[in-house]
Antibody, heavy 122, light 113 residues
């Protein structure tokens, strides 16, 4: 059974940093692109970043470009999101999600983890 | 960026009746080389992550009830629930995966009338 578990969320002051993790199981992690998607409280879904299966390519939403870095460790089936210079508007639940196929041409999101809550507040 | 716009924002339908949610993209998400629409639909229930219902605009995922169907092409798409059940109360999102950033519609909240 495919399973994604996020961790690392918490309360952080504006301008500080936080690193999220996502551990995968039940599929060949090293074969799939992986995504981060976030959801502000009571709001809709916003795609954040994607990383290719081997970590060689990354794409970011403009809202996080230059502040967030997505990475992965295929030997440990782990995905990361390093978030620097956090802003109050970054507050929300962060989900990791697998891409639709291993070729990277089908970037729907399935499955999703349960999410980890990040709160940016002074 | 491709902007996805859903309508309506909220919808109340009686049990057993049809529910229809629309999604419009600011540019075509039909990839002509393979004739596929790069459009997905998700269902999100309170306190849960989203769940993929449909990919390629009309391809229902394994385990998704047959009352859910997707249609449309190019820039205009529809999610239809043929006979609303109580467990279908949720927020529904469309998403384009034609090109990054992979944008979502704002969501449609579906309730029981």
């Amino acid at each position: 059974q495919v399973h994604l578990v996020e961790s690392g969320g918490g309360v952080v002051q504006p301008g500080k940093s936080l690193r999220l993790s996502c551990v995968a199981s039940g599929f060949t992690f090293r074969s799939y692109p992986m995504h981060w998607v976030r959801q502000a409280p009571g709001k809709g879904l916003e795609w954040v970043a994607v990383i290719s299966y081997d970590g060689s390519h990354q794409f970011y939403a403009d809202s996080v470009k230059g502040r967030f870095t997505i990475s992965r460790d295929n030997s440990n089936n782990a995905l990361y999101l390093q978030m620097n210079n956090l802003r109050p508007e970054d507050t929300g639940v962060f989900y990791c999600a697998r891409a639709g196929d291993a070729e990277g041409t089908s970037n729907w999101f399935d499955p999703w983890g349960q999410g980890t809550l990040v709160t940016v507040s002074s | 960026d491709i902007v996805m716009t859903q309508s309506p924002d909220s919808l109340a339908v009686s049990l057993g009746e049809r529910a229809t949610i629309n999604c419009k993209s600011s540019q075509s998400v039909l990839y002509t080389s393979n004739n596929k629409n790069y459009l997905a639909w998700y269902q999100q229930k309170p306190g849960q992550p989203p769940k993929l219902l449909i990919s390629w605009a009309s391809s229902r995922e394994s385990g998704v009830p047959g009352r859910f169907s997707g249609s449309g092409s190019g820039t205009d798409f529809t999610l239809t629930i043929s006979s609303l059940q109580a467990e279908d109360v949720a927020v529904y999102y469309c998403q384009q995966y034609y090109s990054p950033p992979y944008t979502f519609g704002q969501g449609t909240k579906l309730e029981i009338k």
